[in-house]
C-alpha cells in the first residue's frame, strides 16, 4: 500500500475540521538495503534499515549495536553453539540467528511483528541462495512475551525444548506487564 493510500481525509466539504486518519501501515518504512556484515570468518548479507522507523514497535527492521556485539562474541566462540538448538527472542532482521544457523542444528527466530517477521523470512530466503542449500533448521515463529498461545505453539513445534535462549538489544515494558509478574 503506498503511502498516499494510507492517507485519508474524512469529513464532508462543508466541514472545516475534517479529520485525517492514517492507516496503521503509514509509517512502515520498507526501503530495505542489502547489507553486508562480517563476524570473524563469516560473512552475511541481510536486508534491514539503515535508521530507525519512527514507530517503537517496529525496531526490529535494523540492526543494533547489541545483536553485532553479541554476533562477534558468538563468531569468536561458536564452540559453545555447536550441533545446539537456539531460540532468539525479539530477532529482529534475524542478524544473530542466521549467525547461529551456520554451526547449530536448530534455531527458531522470534518477534512479535509481522513486519518484522516478514522481513526475517525475507532473510532467511535470502541466506538461503545465497548458500545454496535449504536451511530446514531455520525458522520463524511469532512470540509476544507472555502469550502463552504462542509459547505453547513453539513448544508443541519443538518439545524438547531449546540448549540456549538468546536475545540482544531486547526490552520488556514491565508497566506494561506488571500484573503478570506480581506473585
Known amino acids: 500500500m503506498a503511502k498516499e493510500e494510507a492517507l485519508q481525509f474524512k469529513g464532508d466539504e462543508d466541514d472545516d475540521e475534517g479529520i485525517i486518519s492514517l492507516d496503521r501501515l503509514f509509517f512502515v518504512d520498507r526501503n530495505y538495503e542489502l547489507t553486508e556484515f562480517t563476524f570473524g570468518s563469516n560473512s552475511l548479507q541481510l536486508l534491514c534499515l539503515r535508521s530507525a522507523s519512527t514507530d517503537y514497535d517496529l525496531t526490529g527492521q535494523l540492526v543494533w549495536p547489541g545483536a553485532v556485539l553479541m554476533n562477534n562474541y558468538l563468531s569468536s ?88 535462549v538468546l536475545g540482544a538489544d531486547i526490552y520488556i515494558l514491565f508497566k506494561m506487564f506488571s500484573h503478570e509478574f506480581v506473585t
Open 77 to 164: 566462540h561458536a564452540q559453545i553453539l555447536s550441533d545446539r538448538s537456539v531460540i532468539e527472542l525479539g530477532s529482529g532482521v534475524g542478524i544473530t540467528g542466521m549467525l547461529c544457523s551456520r554451526f547449530c542444528r536448530e534455531v527458531v527466530l522470534t518477534d512479535h511483528n509481522d513486519e518484522v517477521l516478514e522481513i526475517i523470512r525475507k532473510n532467511i530466503d535470502l541466506e538461503a541462495s545465497r548458500r545454496n542449500q535449504s536451511l530446514l533448521g531455520l525458522t520463524t515463529e511469532k512470540l509476544e512475551w507472555g502469550n502463552r498461545e504462542h509459547i505453547e505453539q513453539i513448544l508443541q513445534k519443538h518439545p524438547s525444548g531449546f540448549d540456549l
